[in-house]
């Protein structure tokens, strides 16, 4: 898989962060969520998946509008 840079909202080059791939997918980097409570109303997390969060304006500026 090979990754494109689209856009953080980090001013340290740190997370989080949006990246576009070559399979038409986009890759989010953010920080874990761990909170057993916020974790529990998650619903069919599969096996590999995992759940970030990131702050709603790396969205609003940088997620392809197509």
Request: glycine share 10%.
């Amino acid at each position: 898989m090979e990754l494109r840079f689209i856009g953080t909202t980090s001013g340290g080059g740190n997370c989080p962060t949006l990246y576009e791939t070559d399979r038409g997918t986009i890759v989010v980097q953010g920080y874990k969520v761990t909170d057993p409570e916020a974790r529990a109303q998650l619903r069919d997390v599969l096996d590999g998946e995992d759940i970030v969060e990131i702050p709603r304006e790396l969205l609003i500026r940088f997620a392809p509008k197509e």
